[in-house]
C-alpha cells in the first residue's frame, strides 16, 4: 500500500465498479451518477480522485488509451484490487445516516409558517415522486436485460429499497400534509397526533 494511501468507503464503491469491468474516467462518471450517487452521494465527488488512488493503492492499473486525437485513461482492478474488495465485503458496514434538509425543516417548522412547512412537505412529495420516476425507468430497463444482466439478482435487492424508500416518503408527505391543513396559522400552539406516536411506539420489536 502506497504510503499516506488509506482506502475509504468511496475507495471500495469505485473499485467495485471496476470489478465489474475496466472503465474510462468518464464512463466511470455516468455510471457512479447512475447508480452509487443515489445512495452513496459522496462518491460523486470523488470521480477524479478516487481512481488515482486505487492505482497508488496498487488496487487498480491505469492504462493510456487513444481515440483518433482524443486520449483517455482506463482503470481495470487488479488481483490485488480485488483481493482487498473481497476483505472488505467480508465485514459489516456502518448502520445508515439519514440526512435531508427537507427533514430538518419540518423538525424546525414551529419556527416558521404553516404555508412553508406546507411548502417544504410539497417539495418532500415531488422528490419522492422524482425518484419513484427513475426507479420505475431502471426497473423497466433491467427488465430487457439492462446493461449488465449478471448483476440483476443482487441490483434488484437496491432497487427495491430505493423504490420502497421513495414511497414511503411519499406516502409520509401525504399524511403530515393533511394534518398540517388543519393546524392554526399560529404554530405556537399545536395539537398533538397521539395516535400517530401510540402507532410509532407499537412499533416497537422488542414488544414493549
Given at each position: 500500500?502506497?504510503?499516506?494511501?488509506?482506502?475509504?468507503?468511496?475507495?471500495?464503491?469505485?473499485?467495485?465498479?471496476?470489478?465489474?469491468?475496466?472503465?474510462?474516467?468518464?464512463?466511470?462518471?455516468?455510471?457512479?451518477?447512475?447508480?452509487?450517487?443515489?445512495?452513496?452521494?459522496?462518491?460523486?465527488?470523488k470521480?477524479?480522485?478516487?481512481?488515482?488512488?486505487?492505482?497508488?493503492?496498487?488496487?487498480?492499473?491505469?492504462?493510456?488509451?487513444?481515440?483518433?486525437?482524443?486520449?483517455?485513461?482506463?482503470?481495470?482492478?487488479?488481483?490485488?484490487?480485488?483481493?482487498?474488495?473481497?476483505?472488505?465485503?467480508?465485514?459489516?458496514?456502518?448502520?445508515?445516516?439519514?440526512?435531508?434538509?427537507?427533514?430538518?425543516?419540518?423538525f424546525?417548522?414551529?419556527?416558521?409558517?404553516r404555508?412553508?412547512?406546507?411548502?417544504?412537505?410539497?417539495?418532500?412529495?415531488?422528490?419522492a415522486?422524482?425518484?419513484?420516476?427513475?426507479?420505475?425507468?431502471?426497473?423497466?430497463?433491467?427488465?430487457?436485460?439492462?446493461?449488465?444482466?449478471?448483476?440483476?439478482?443482487?441490483n434488484?435487492?437496491?432497487?427495491?429499497?430505493?423504490?420502497?424508500?421513495?414511497?414511503?416518503?411519499?406516502?409520509?408527505?401525504?399524511?403530515?400534509?393533511?394534518?398540517?391543513?388543519?393546524?392554526?396559522?399560529?404554530?405556537?400552539?399545536?395539537?398533538?397526533?397521539?395516535?400517530?406516536?401510540?402507532?410509532?411506539?407499537?412499533?416497537?420489536?422488542?414488544?414493549?
Open positions: 500500500m502506497s504510503r499516506g494511501q488509506t482506502p475509504t468507503t468511496t475507495s471500495y464503491a469505485t473499485l467495485g465498479l471496476l470489478a465489474v469491468q475496466p472503465w474510462s474516467t468518464y464512463e466511470l462518471t455516468n455510471q457512479i451518477r447512475r447508480s452509487l450517487a443515489r445512495f452513496w452521494p459522496r462518491a460523486a465527488s470521480l477524479y480522485e478516487e481512481p488515482r488512488k486505487l492505482v497508488a493503492l496498487g488496487y487498480a492499473t491505469a492504462e493510456t488509451q487513444h481515440q483518433g486525437r482524443r486520449r483517455r485513461t482506463v482503470y481495470a482492478i487488479t488481483p490485488e484490487g480485488r483481493r482487498a474488495l473481497a476483505a472488505w465485503l467480508a465485514t459489516t458496514g456502518a448502520p445508515p445516516a439519514l440526512e435531508s434538509e427537507q427533514l430538518l425543516r419540518v424546525l417548522a414551529d419556527q416558521g409558517t404555508q412553508d412547512l406546507l411548502d417544504t412537505l410539497a417539495a418532500t412529495r415531488a422528490w415522486r422524482e425518484r419513484a420516476v427513475v426507479d420505475a425507468a431502471i426497473a423497466r430497463e433491467h427488465l430487457g436485460g439492462g446493461p449488465f444482466p449478471q448483476r440483476l439478482a443482487v434488484t435487492l437496491v432497487g427495491r429499497y430505493l423504490s420502497d424508500m421513495s414511497e414511503a416518503t411519499e406516502r409520509w408527505a401525504d399524511w403530515a400534509s393533511e394534518i398540517v391543513r388543519d393546524w392554526p396559522d399560529d404554530l405556537s400552539e399545536l395539537p398533538v397526533d397521539t395516535d400517530a406516536l401510540q402507532m410509532i411506539a407499537d412499533r416497537d420489536p422488542a414488544g414493549r
